[in-house]
């Protein structure tokens, strides 16, 4: 975990009265479709400790609405400054960076570097990777897999000697299936021995992620596995509706899920989750941990950025005592 880097952590205890496991911010939505001038819409976004604050990479969907990963700063991971261009990549580890779109960034430090993936048009959607050191100067490397894929999501340190990386594998449209992978490289360029993590559940026993699953924040550290926020969805007859759950991971062996959420920990309910450009979604990207409190940071409907807070240990718990 990170917790050594963060020295203000944005959060807001659990509000009188609330019985739920998860809280949103009383802030949301933390940041505003329109926040830069280019803008139609911001969310589906990552953020990690850096420097004296934040930086994060963020979803923005221009008023073309051409998708793409755009950098900013935040002293208290709430109130952003975002650059109002797209990020422009240099050669890292490949001279071939073509992209037809970027969108659903998550960010991690890994070694001496920022690492970030995301959603890559490359003849459909697969999955970038970069990094940076300073969030100025970013490098694209190697996509990691052939289309069709989504929702890369980087460990934060190697396993084994390796770079381990969740993904879903998909199709070119709304992809009406999916479960979550695991794979691994030596370098960050070649990728391989992929396991299958875990699938979606049967519609009787847990029907908000019955359709399709992806991994959301990278994992955090815990002494109980890795815990990692992921979402899930179920058709309904007005479309797909996204909830958030949790899962823990065994440290050594990532591929094993010890526990998993039966009951969801975070579902569209909000009004900025009910109504957007995409109605009924909550989308995790990121989750920050000073050893007791968590932070998540999740897009609603397509539109904005929001938060969600809640207690390491309770949440833990929690997705022990509500396990599939
Ligand atoms: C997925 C991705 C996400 C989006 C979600 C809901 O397939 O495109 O970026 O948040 O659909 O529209």
């Not at 992209?99 to 690492?115: A, E, G, L, M, Q």
Request: net charge negative.
């Amino acid at each position: 975990m990170q917790t050594e880097n963060i020295l203000y952590m944005p959060w807001e205890p659990r509000p009188e009265g609330n019985t739920q496991i998860m809280w949103r911010s009383s802030a949301n939505p933390i940041i505003d479709r329109y926040a830069i001038p280019s803008s139609n819409s911001i969310f589906n976004s990552a953020v990690v400790p850096f420097e004296d604050g934040y930086a994060g990479v963020f979803r923005c969907d221009n008023k073309a609405v051409q998708m793409n990963i755009y950098a900013g700063f935040s002293k208290d991971g709430i109130n952003w400054q975002i650059e109002n261009d797209p990020i422009k990549f240099q050669p890292g580890n490949t001279d071939m960076i073509d992209s037809d779109y970027k969108y659903d960034p998550r960010v991690t430090w890994i070694d001496d570097r920022y690492w970030i993936t995301w959603c890559n048009g490359y003849n459909g959607p697969t999955i970038g990777i970069g990094y940076t050191f300073d969030f100025k100067t970013f490098y694209q490397c190697e996509n990691a897999f052939l289309p069709f894929n989504r929702n890369g999501v980087l460990f934060p340190e190697k396993i084994d000697g390796k770079y381990a990386m969740l993904s879903r594998p998909s199709d070119n449209g709304h992809t009406p299936f999916g479960d979550i992978f695991i794979s691994y490289s030596p370098d960050m360029k070649f990728w391989g021995e992929h396991r299958c993590v875990m699938k979606v559940t049967p519609f009787e026993e847990s029907a908000w992620q019955c359709l399709k699953i992806g991994a959301g924040s990278v994992p955090l550290k815990t002494k109980d596995g890795w815990l990692m926020f992921y979402h899930g969805v179920i058709r309904t007859c007005n479309g797909y509706r996204y909830s958030m759950g949790a899962v823990l991971l065994d440290l050594n062996k990532p591929d094993k899920v010890l526990y998993r959420t039966r009951d969801y920990l975070l579902a569209p309910a909000a009004p900025y989750e009910l109504t957007g450009d995409v109605p009924n979604v909550v989308f995790p990207c990121a989750a920050l941990c000073d050893g007791k409190r968590i932070a998540v940071y999740y897009g609603a409907a397509d539109t904005t950025v929001c938060m969600a807070f809640g207690y390491l240990d309770e949440i833990i718990a929690y997705i022990k005592e509500h396990s599939i």
